[in-house]
């Protein structure tokens, strides 16, 4: 069983920056390709930035690209996602998601464990 629970959500400016962080229990971590999604009210659950195993693979949602990283410390069970230049439309609730396999795909029944999710808000 993995457990996964997000932190560094928040409200932020526009133009501000979030480092959103998934701590991830039990072994498979670091053979798992992880993922970064968002959900924004009424609007499904989309991804926004994807990491296989061992970096090789890497996704941006377009939205996001040039605005944030996703990165993994395997030592700590812990994968990151770096938001620069939020804007309002960035608002939602992001969840960490882990797949049993080291290949990143893009959507959310390819994940097999799931976050609580952390609440992001953007002001304008």
């Known amino acids: 069983q993995v457990h996964l629970v997000e932190s560094g959500g928040g409200l932020v400016q526009s133009g501000g920056s979030l480092r959103l962080s998934c701590a991830a229990s039990g072994r498979t971590f670091s053979n798992s390709a992880m993922g970064w999604f968002r959900q924004a009210p009424g609007k499904e659950r989309e991804i926004v930035a994807g990491?296989?195993?061992?970096?090789?693979?890497?996704y941006y949602a377009d939205s996001m690209k040039g605005r944030c990283t996703i990165s993994r410390d395997n030592a700590k069970n812990t994968v990151y996602l770096q938001m620069n230049r939020l804007e309002p439309e960035d608002k939602g609730v992001y969840y960490c998601?882990?797949?049993?396999?080291?290949?990143?795909?893009?959507?959310?029944?390819?994940?097999?464990?799931w976050g609580q999710g952390t609440q992001v808000t953007v002001s304008s």
């Open positions: 998601a882990l797949r049993n396999s080291p290949i990143v795909t893009t959507t959310t029944p390819t994940y097999d464990y």
């Open positions: 990491l296989s195993r061992g970096n090789s693979g890497v």
